[in-house]
């Protein structure tokens, strides 16, 4: 059986290049795949203030695809019932990855030992997309 992956998929009100921009740092992954609005087969439909707009972008690391676009302002829906969850390797990336992540943004559960992990932490970052942060100190249980 061939083996299936799930990738998270975000929309943005025109924020989309600074979001991904934004989580390359934070991730430190790479943005492999960028295309504007302009730039698509679809650039005559879409008004040219919307032509710097993302029309699709990939950003990839280690165990990382995450992906993305603007989407028409009367179609934006916020972020609500997901949260994207990473698992930090250590306490310290844990602790940096959740306060990048959270600078500028809204802390929902402050970074700190639960019974479940050595530490974790929810927010909401500056673009409205909601994170977790976790490190329980066995990567095991999240390996695939």
Same mark, same amino acid.
């Given at each position: 059986?061939?083996?299936?992956?799930?990738?998270? %998929?975000?929309?943005?009100?025109?924020?989309?290049? !600074?979001?991904?921009?934004? %989580?390359? !740092?934070?991730?430190?992954? =790479? /943005?492999?795949?960028?295309?504007?609005?302009?730039?698509?087969?679809? #650039?005559? &439909?879409?008004?040219?203030?919307?032509?710097?707009?993302?029309?699709? @972008?990939?950003?990839?690391? =280690? $165990? /990382?695809?995450?992906? +993305?676009?603007?989407?028409?302002? !009367?179609?934006?829906?916020?972020?609500?019932?997901?949260?994207?969850?990473?698992?930090? =390797?250590?306490?310290?990336?844990?602790?940096?990855?959740?306060?990048?992540?959270?600078? $500028?943004?809204?802390?929902?559960?402050?970074? &700190? !030992?639960?019974?479940?992990?050595?530490?974790? +932490?929810?927010?909401?970052?500056?673009?409205?997309?909601?994170?977790? @942060?976790?490190?329980? $100190?066995?990567? #095991?249980?999240? &390996?695939?």
């Amino acid at each position: 059986m061939s083996r299936i992956r799930l990738n998270p %998929y975000l929309n943005f009100p025109g924020t989309c290049r !600074e979001a991904f921009a934004f %989580y390359a !740092e934070c991730l430190n992954a =790479d /943005i492999v795949f960028q295309l504007t609005m302009g730039e698509s087969p679809m #650039a005559d &439909e879409v008004p040219p203030e919307s032509h710097d707009n993302i029309c699709h @972008v990939c950003l990839q690391g =280690d $165990g /990382i695809v995450l992906m +993305g676009s603007d989407c028409p302002p !009367e179609f934006f829906e916020k972020a609500q019932g997901t949260t994207l969850s990473v698992q930090a =390797d250590s306490v310290e990336q844990a602790q940096t990855l959740f306060a990048a992540l959270a600078e $500028g943004g809204e802390i929902k559960m402050p970074m &700190e !030992e639960t019974p479940w992990a050595e530490r974790f +932490g929810m927010c909401n970052d500056r673009f409205g997309i909601p994170w977790m @942060v976790n490190f329980d $100190g066995s990567k #095991a249980a999240y &390996e695939t």
